[in-house]
């Protein structure tokens, strides 16, 4: 899941300027579009993993000096979970609500380490394919320097023979 919220510079609408926003996956997807953004909150919960693209336009005329600022907060993961509405939801408060939010984190941790050690373990299977493959093909060159090297000691001496400089 993924939590978004932002502002955008006060005093645009004087100036005719308006700002598009839009969030887009990484197969290309549109998530969320909006225009004449001043300020909002938006979520969205995905499973295409990679980088989200949050692209901002500023559609109209903009004056010489003038600036557009933007404030982006997003979150990912346990940041991103409404807390408060679990609360209200479960009757919990105060410390039992802090252990919610830690088991949370912890879970998000653990499944953040299994991940990790899968793709360690991927990475050191292609690893020892690779060493494998380096080492068959040193020695397979070693080979043919071997006997290039014996082909040409035969073909010196049977040169130098016929022409009887041995």
């Known amino acids: 899941?993924?939590?978004?919220?932002?502002?955008?510079?006060?005093?645009?609408?004087?100036?005719?300027?308006?700002?598009?926003?839009?969030?887009?996956?990484?197969?290309?997807?549109?998530?969320?579009?909006?225009?004449?953004?001043?300020?909002?909150?938006f979520a969205f919960t995905t499973h295409e993993a990679g980088n989200y693209l949050a692209c901002f336009s500023v559609v109209g005329h903009n004056p010489k000096g003038s600036e557009v600022s933007v404030n982006l907060d997003w979150r990912t993961g346990v940041a991103a979970?409404?807390?408060?509405?679990?609360?209200?939801?479960e009757h919990i408060e105060g410390v039992e609500l802090e252990l919610r939010k830690l088991e949370a984190a912890v879970e998000a941790i653990h499944e953040n380490l299994l991940y990790l050690k899968n793709r360690e373990?991927?990475?050191?299977?292609?690893?020892?394919?690779?060493?494998?493959?380096?080492?068959?093909?040193?020695?397979?060159?070693?080979?043919?320097?071997?006997?290039?090297?014996?082909?040409?000691?035969?073909?010196?001496?049977?040169?130098?023979?016929?022409?009887?400089?041995i």
């Not at 700002?19 to 549109?30: A, K, L, Q, R």
């Not at 979970?81 to 939801?89: C, H």
């Not at 090297?149 to 022409?163: A, D, H, P």
């Open 121 to 165: 373990a991927e990475m050191r299977i292609v690893s020892e394919k690779t060493n494998t493959r380096v080492a068959m093909f040193s020695i397979m060159s070693l080979a043919v320097c071997i006997t290039v090297s014996g082909f040409q000691l035969l073909y010196l001496k049977r040169y130098f023979q016929k022409k009887k400089l």
């Open 1 to 41: 899941m993924a939590l978004s919220s932002g502002e955008v510079s006060n005093g645009l609408d004087a100036l005719g300027i308006s700002v598009f926003f839009s969030v887009t996956s990484p197969y290309g997807n549109d998530l969320h579009s909006k225009e004449n953004v001043t300020h909002g909150q």
């Open 81 to 89: 979970k409404d807390w408060e509405s679990v609360a209200r939801k």
